[in-house]
Structure formats: C-alpha cells, structure tokens
T-cell receptor
Framework: NAGVTQTPKFQVLKTGQSMTLQCAQDMNHEYMSWYRQDPGMGLRLIHYSVGAGITDQGEVPNGYNVSRSTTEDFPLRLLSAAPSQTSVYFC???????????FGDGTRLSIL | DQQVKQNSPSLSVQEGRISILNCDYTNSMFDYFLWYKKYPAEGPTFLISISSIKDKNEDGRFTVFLNKSAKHLSLHIVPSQPGDSAVYFCAAMPSGSARQLTFGSGTQLTVLP
C-alpha cells in the first residue's frame, strides 16, 4: 500500500520556469491538500480539494494552480517560478473531513 | 496572524523523563486538535488527537491535554525515548464543512540518551 506518493523528491528551477508537482494516493480518499513548509512557519495550506472536480484556495494560493480530475491525483502547478517559492511541498489526503491527514514525503523545490 | 502557536522552537529532555510540548490557539471555532510528528526527509505522521468535548486523550506513552478556557493544549510523552527525537507539529481544525488544518510552527524535540 503506497499511501500518498509525491514526485519528484527534489527539483531545481530557474526563475520564470513552470513545473508540475505530482501527488497520487491509492486510499480512495476524497480530501486532498497541498502545503508548503518554510523554516519557522510550520505548514501552510496552498490549495485543497474535497472531491474530484472540486478545488479551493488555502492560505497561500498565489502563484499556484491545482486541478482534480480523478480521486487519485492532485497535481500542483507553478505557473512562473519565483525564488519566494523555494520550499518543501507536502501533499496530504484523508478519507473525510473528520479524520487525520496522511502525508507524502515531500518535494524539496529550489528556485534560482 | 498565527492562529496556532508553538512558542518553543526546541526542547531537550533526558531519556526516560517526561517531555511536555505546548501549543496555544486563538480561534474559538477550532474544535479538533491534532499532533503530528516529523522526521527529517519524511512527511508528518499523525500521532494523537483530541476533540473539544474532551480534556484528555491517551495513547500509550502519549497524552494530549486540552484546556479550552485557556486555549491551550499540551502533549506529554512518558517515558521519552531517543526515537521520539523529531519535530512535533500542533494542528487545529474548525467546526463546519471546510475543516482544513492550521498548523503551528513546530517544536524540535531532542531526547538525550
């Protein structure tokens, strides 16, 4: 049972480049979320989804897009990378809104 | 404005002693609280939770206490073990349909052998 799988694990981008961080879960969870973790700031919610076809913004959505075409996948797109987006990104999923989240192992992203 | 605060960035404890990690919150709508543990290069893993209708929840060596009037919760680990060395995040969830988590900034616990 893979749980939540994030790819890639590491990525270096140049300012202005775009890329997609992949997230897949095999637990048939309805709820999926993207967080970024920065030193001294904990995890901040970027975007979330409560089911296929439904997404909403979190605390820090600017510069990111998401879509949820299937229950399993929830990709995060950086439209035009900026140095301020250097961070560790975590994807998480849960079956319902009343249950704890399962996290992937993260993607460490550096923007030069 | 941080709605969930962990004011101690780090804590060192001797093996076998008690570890107490603290968390304060400001949003009265929070009604479910969780603790996550994170090792380097891994994602956070769920540790223990408590609903606002309780003031204590135990799971083995881990106990979470909730003081609603003070908007304060704490995680007690007894006895502490070197494998408990990790970053601990407090998180809170509001009532209602959205129920998204708000995290604290984390406390690095080091258990010394």
């Amino acid at each position: 049972n893979a749980g939540v799988t994030q790819t890639p694990k590491f990525q270096v981008l140049k300012t202005g480049q775009s890329m997609t961080l992949q997230c897949a879960q095999d637990m048939n969870h309805e709820y999926m979320s993207w967080y970024r973790q920065d030193p001294g700031m904990g995890l901040r919610l970027i975007h979330y989804s409560v089911g296929a076809g439904i997404t909403d913004q979190g605390e820090v959505p600017n510069g990111y897009n998401v879509s949820r075409s299937t229950t399993e996948d929830f990709p995060l797109r950086l439209l035009s990378a900026a140095p301020s987006q250097t961070s560790v990104y975590f994807c998480a999923s849960r079956l319902t809104g009343n249950q704890p989240q399962h996290f992937g192992d993260g993607t460490r992203l550096s923007i030069l | 404005d941080q709605q969930v605060k962990q004011n101690s960035p780090s804590l060192s404890v001797q093996e076998g002693r008690i570890s107490i990690l603290n968390c304060d919150y400001t949003n009265s709508m929070f009604d479910y609280f969780l603790w996550y543990k994170k090792y380097p290069a891994e994602g956070p893993t769920f540790l223990i939770s408590i609903s606002s209708i309780k003031d204590k929840n135990e799971d083995g060596r881990f106990t979470v206490f909730l003081n609603k009037s003070a908007k304060h919760l704490s995680l007690h680990i007894v006895p502490s073990q070197p494998g408990d060395s990790a970053v601990y995040f407090c998180a809170a969830m509001p009532s209602g349909s959205a129920r998204q988590l708000t995290f604290g900034s984390g406390t690095q616990l080091t258990v010394l052998p």
